[in-house]
């Protein structure tokens, strides 16, 4: 659908110094501002270097202008950018001036991630390739920033559309049935209902799954240190960072406050926490600090809780760890690692539960870091993988509740096809969602405005 809206505009740069700057305009009758900013007439999709001008003639800056006719544009409006140099006053030189020349036609300010919204609805993105956008800007890793881009392209909504397609084939059939309730007896056996179902089921699953690895690469991995003082937790956080960011002493409740340092592994951004280790203690700040780490403990996504394995019984736990495990939140992914392993005299070694190894000799780091990306349910890079959000997740594990719900209805040997069509309906609703085909003004307003200025 085609919109009509007033033009808008805004500096599509990031914010401070750079080489080059951009002040991006959309909407109609934008030759008013071509005129009064260049002073001639553009040639469609041809950068043309000039002055930008000034309301008394004299220039602001000399850049290359391009004017780029609707619907052939980004937004699918006319679309015209500036291209000068990149300082912050001259940008909002600029601006101001584009501003000035569009009063006439109503020009305002963007909001934030108008442009990418006025492209959504003007059908030139759906909502995950809209959403993309801003994942490709944020992406904090080259395979994040591949799969954003992947995304861009469309992969993501195709592999949506086809799940799409295959629960619309189906549904044809048992609307079609429902209106001769004569044939409804054995219309589970005769269209093969039943093994259709399986079919759109296996290929939504296959789609979550994939959609969780993109998410992971989105969302990232919060990860906390935790354990008894001198485990080596800060050791550990220097080693999976490959850099000396955290203190380390002999000395007993060196770490006061939580120390968090960004990491990737194969390319999955993880942020490591390391904290105040747990003891019972009567300093005011240490004390202050083990209770800011069982907040973060209570935020991870996963728990790595450090022991030490030059103790007698490195496999089972002390009566303070214990007490550590026993106030670990319920669900959370928690990995023993058993720590100092060379002056224990033990080799590197990992099981499901456990990790032994040495972050001072870094033996055992790699089975650390294999461990991790385990149990974050990572399954490799593929080159077919795509970025998705969780609200993507959210609406796939609906759809899937959906088809689970219409899988039992037709088990049911009285075949209630009105139920089953039901469930059809409200998992295609669900999965639409996703591509924007059906959703609520208030999600599309949540969504663009966490895009930044100029996007």
């Known amino acids: 659908m085609q919109v009509r809206a007033e033009p808008i505009a805004a500096i599509a740069t990031a914010p401070g110094r750079g080489g080059i700057g951009v002040v991006r305009v959309s909407g109609p009758n934008l030759s008013v501002i071509i005129h009064a900013l260049c002073g001639r007439a553009l040639v469609p999709r041809v950068a043309t270097y000039l002055p930008f001008l000034a309301a008394d003639g004299e220039p602001i800056d000399t850049g290359l202008a391009l004017h780029f006719p609707a619907p052939h544009s980004y937004t699918g409006e006319d679309v015209l950018e500036l291209q000068g140099h990149g300082g912050p006053v001259v940008m909002q030189l600029l601006l101001e001036r584009v501003l000035q020349a569009g009063a006439q036609i109503g020009l305002r300010t963007a909001r934030p991630g108008e442009f990418t919204e006025r492209a959504f609805l003007n059908d030139k993105l759906d909502l995950a390739q809209a959403e993309a956008v801003a994942d490709l800007i944020d992406a904090s890793s080259a395979q994040a920033a591949r799969s954003a881009s992947r995304s861009l392209s469309g992969v993501f909504s195709q592999a949506v559309h086809g799940v799409v397609d295959q629960l619309i084939e189906l549904r044809m059939l048992v609307e079609a049935t429902l209106d001769f309730p004569e044939e409804e007896i054995d219309f589970l056996e005769r269209s093969d209902a039943r093994g259709r179902l399986a079919r759109v089921r296996e290929s939504l699953d296959a789609l979550l799954a994939q959609a969780r690895q993109g998410a992971l690469l989105r ?40 120390i968090e340092q960004a990491i990737q592994i194969e390319g999955v951004p993880l942020v490591v926490v390391d904290t105040a280790g747990l003891r019972d203690t009567q300093d005011e700040v240490e004390r202050i ?25 490195p496999a089972s736990a002390d009566a303070l760890d ?42 055992g780091i790699e089975l650390l870091r294999a461990a991790l990306l385990r149990l974050a349910g990572w399954q490799g890079a593929g080159e077919g993988l795509f970025m998705a959000r969780e609200r993507h997740l959210q609406a796939l594990r609906e759809a899937r509740d959906h088809l689970t719900i219409a899988h039992a ?25 996703i591509t924007g085909e059906f959703g609520a003004d208030d999600l599309l307003g949540v969504i663009f405005s966490r895009f930044c200025i100029g996007k």
């Open 289 to 313: 600090g083990i209770e800011r780490t069982w907040q973060a403990v209570a935020r991870a996504d996963v728990v790595l809780h450090l022991g030490d394995a030059c103790g007698s019984r």
């Open 219 to 258: 969302e990232g991995l919060h990860v906390v240190l935790a354990g008894a003082p001198n485990v080596g937790k800060s050791s550990l956080l220097n080693a999976l960072a490959g850099a000396e960011v955290a203190i380390v002493t002999a000395v007993a409740g060196t770490t006061r406050d939580r």
């Open 409 to 433: 209805h037709a088990q049911r040997r009285d075949e209630v096809l009105d139920l089953f069509a039901e469930e059809l309906r409200l998992a295609q609703e669900a999965l639409n969602r």
């Open 322 to 363: 214990e007490a550590i495990a026993s106030r670990l939140p319920a669900g959370t992914p928690v990995l023993r690692v058993w720590n100092k392993i060379d002056l224990a005299g033990v080799a590197a070694h990992a099981d499901e539960q456990a990790v032994w190894m040495s972050a001072r000799t870094g033996e």
